[in-house]
């Protein structure tokens, strides 16, 4: 079986993904223009700041868009079909593209509460992925 990529962990997104190892979501902030930022960036994508710190997001949201993937062969995500791509948007403000977990594609729709869970891929990356909100 074809390993599954890994994401580059650039300096300024290691926070992301040492938090993301604990099994908590980080997103960017910008003290200069309180604005929330994702994905991770070494300035303020808004107002150029370039202190920019982290915060814990609430790991809540609503689907945005989606697709669902039925067939990507030969790939190393073969075993995982069908599987599904979404935009997750984040209470705070910001989108994060990933996966929706936990359910049958078919049950997948827009607007659905969801939150976040996490998958260890390898000893050092772990992925913030999605699944249904409790009560949905």
């Known amino acids: ?4 990529p890994t994401p580059p962990i ?10 993301a190892n604990e099994h908590r979501l980080l997103i960017q902030f910008c ?3 309180r604005k929330h930022i994702f994905y991770p960036r070494r300035v ?31 790939s190393a995500f073969l075993e995982d079909m069908p599987f599904v791509i979404a935009v997750v948007h984040l209470e705070e403000g910001v989108s994060i593209m ?15 509460p969801v939150a976040v869970t996490f998958e260890a891929l390898t000893n050092q990356i772990t992925l913030p992925k999605f699944k249904p909100a409790e009560g949905e």
């Open 1 to 4: 079986m074809t390993p599954k």
């Open 10 to 19: 650039a300096p300024w997104t290691k926070p992301y993904w040492d938090a």
């Open 31 to 33: 003290p200069a223009c």
């Open 44 to 74: 303020c994508p808004y107002c150029f700041n370039e202190e920019v710190g982290w915060i814990e997001a609430s790991g809540k949201g609503k689907v945005y868009a989606f697709t669902v993937v039925h067939n990507n062969a030969p």
């Open 98 to 112: 990933t996966n929706i977990v936990g359910c049958k594609p078919e049950s997948v729709h827009s607007e659905m």
